[in-house]
């Protein structure tokens, strides 16, 4: 049915223009029929690589938007299942279409709305040009259940508002309150590749294995985000303790640009105007092709950083396992943290960790654990002269061909359609 579909929708003959089949590809409903897609337009000879990487720099054909709050009714396609969403947008009046906007997604809490979230950052955003997008999640009443439907469907949402506003790659921020504050910190965490800032409120990451939940774990992706957490120093003692937790990690690992914000007075509160969100959303922007890159993961859905992906976890990675701790060093812990950080050790030594450094055309160092085989998404110029990269890791030496291709473009362009990173090739490292 989709092969005989796509070969109406392309009548021999009939003229190919690359940019309408870019965005026929980018809307198919699933990963599956945009990966098939991909392959049939990859076969197409009277386009060549080029054009298509050419066709991609200029994607999207955006129409004007009334400035201020709107809000509309998207059948978002969630793990295969539609979901009727109601989405709140706001549009700054210095929007143009043709000129990319910074934007922020907005993650409501329990009992509230998307409606909420936009009236809190409508004043920020109008003068600092933001657009605004606050999906109203079906099932948040309850608060965060760390389900794998909640994350895609706040990622579904952000795909779908991108396909319709001129949207800056390098400029998307994250932000939540309580349950959208547990959200934004399982979000940046699993795919920090998609921010530049994050800024949650009154919500923070979790230690808890039961049903995968643990992203303290994965603190270290947002390392190179710009982080501002604001929180009620009265609020939850776990939470509280575990945001220290999160931001100790984050100073170990680097972090520049993060801020953990508190305020003594208050309990589950924050108080918004603590932070200059314009200039510090100004500063704030993504690198899509850094030199060197660290990725955590546990789920392999969830191994993917830039041009970084794990294909492949040794078997000490677990996502949800019993930690087996020194009775010794146990019963000499101080307290329930000190406990807490052993635990916390064992789950760490079963979480993959991978590191990569671009030396420079068509080198690699590459060092971790936990990792049986990873692949490296390639732009033209991280080829060497002929069209290979060499990757030291675990101390040898590989040198791999990579053979630029169509497929490897559209295939990503099809799930990520970013305009500012398009790879043509794809190695694998065993």
Not at 10 to 29: K, N, R, T, Y
Not at 224 to 240: E, I, S, T
Not at 294 to 318: D, M, P, Q, Y
Not at 400 to 412: N, Q, S, W
Request: glycine share 8%.
């Amino acid at each position: 049915m989709l092969l005989a579909s796509l070969l109406l929708a392309c009548p021999q003959g009939a003229s190919f223009d690359p940019a309408a089949e870019l965005a026929a590809l980018v809307d198919l409903p699933t990963p599956e029929e945009r990966a098939a897609r991909a392959r049939e337009l990859a076969r197409r000879k009277e386009v060549s690589l080029e054009d298509w990487r050419a066709a991609m720099a200029g994607f999207g054909d955006f129409p004007p938007a009334a400035p201020g709050v709107h809000t509309e009714r998207a059948e978002l396609v969630v793990d295969g299942e539609v979901e009727p969403t109601d989405l709140t947008i706001f549009v700054p009046s210095s929007y143009a279409p043709g000129t990319p906007a910074p934007m922020v997604l907005l993650l409501h809490g329990a009992g509230g709305d998307g409606r909420s979230m936009a009236a809190l950052w409508r004043e920020t955003a109008e003068r600092a040009g933001l657009l605004l997008l606050a999906p109203t999640d079906r099932g948040a009443a309850a608060g965060y259940t760390f389900q794998p439907r909640e994350r895609l469907a706040a990622l579904a949402a952000l795909r779908w508002f991108r396909r319709r506003y001129d949207v800056d790659e390098n400029r998307i921020h994250l932000s939540g309150v309580s349950r959208g504050g547990h959200l934004a910190w399982d979000l940046a965490t699993r795919y920090p590749d998609r921010w530049a800032a994050f800024a949650p409120m009154i919500g923070g990451p979790s230690v808890a294995l039961a049903g995968g939940r643990n992203n303290l774990r994965l603190v270290e992706n947002v390392a190179p985000l710009a982080v501002r957490d604001l929180q009620g120093a009265q609020d939850d003692p776990r939470l509280l303790r575990n945001l220290r937790l999160a931001f100790q990690r984050l100073e170990r690992a680097g972090a520049e640009h993060a801020a953990l914000v508190e305020f003594a007075d208050l309990g589950h509160d924050y108080r918004f105007d603590a932070v200059d969100w314009p200039a510090f959303l100004a500063a704030a922007a993504r690198d899509p092709r850094p030199a060197r890159l660290e990725h955590r993961a546990c789920r392999l859905e969830e191994g993917r950083n830039r041009w970084l992906r794990i294909t492949r976890f040794a078997r000490s990675v677990k996502e949800e396992f019993k930690p087996r701790v020194d009775a010794a060093r146990w019963n000499a812990a101080a307290d329930e943290t000190a406990r807490l950080l052993l635990l916390q050790e064992k789950v760490d030594e079963a979480t993959a960790r991978l590191a990569v450094k671009r030396l420079g055309p068509g080198r690699f160092r590459a060092e971790g654990s936990g990792v049986a085989r990873f692949e490296l998404l390639l732009e033209p110029e991280d080829l060497d002269e002929d069209g290979r990269v060499t990757v030291a890791w675990h101390g040898k030496e590989r040198r791999l061909r990579a053979r630029p291709g169509k497929e490897v473009l559209l295939a990503e362009f099809a799930e990520r359609f970013d305009r500012r990173f398009r790879p043509v090739a794809a190695v694998e490292v065993r």
